[in-house]
């Protein structure tokens, strides 16, 4: 059974860090593209960070240059080093997978593709206040 188990989430101020895990159970997830998705309340989710089975990582221009996606395989999980947050980064996050999907460069514009997605984790609730 398929499970993506994020954690990390918390209240932090405007310009601190945060690291997300996304522990994947059921799969070995160096194998597959892993990403992450926000949602903030009344706005669609939308593509964060991805990392394929490749090894090569996509970001949305909102969190360049402040957000890394990193694996660890030995622990089949999955990170999200978030640093500078800004309170428009307020959101629940999600980790996905896709056994489909061995590349975001295969995918037409993957900020706007988690309707693609099959598989997701519960999401784990970053607030960030100013």
């Known amino acids: 059974q398929v499970q993506l188990l994020e954690s990390g989430g918390e209240l932090v101020q405007s310009g601190e860090s945060l690291r997300l895990s996304c522990l994947a159970r059921?799969?070995?997830?160096?194998?597959?593209?892993m990403a992450w998705f926000r949602q903030a309340p009344g706005k669609e989710r939308e593509g964060v960070s991805g990392?394929?089975?490749?090894?090569?990582?996509d970001y949305a221009d909102a969190v360049k240059g402040r957000f890394t996606i990193f694996r660890d395989n030995a622990k089949n999980t999955v990170y999200l080093q978030m640093n500078t947050l800004k309170p428009e980064d307020t959101a629940v996050y999600y980790c996905a997978t896709d056994f489909e999907i061995r590349s975001l460069a295969d995918i037409t514009d993957w900020v706007r593709s988690w309707h693609l997605w099959d598989y997701w984790g519960q999401g784990t609730q970053v607030t960030v206040s100013s």
């Open positions: 990392i394929g089975a490749d090894g090569r990582t």
């Open positions: 059921g799969f070995n997830s160096r194998y597959y593209s």
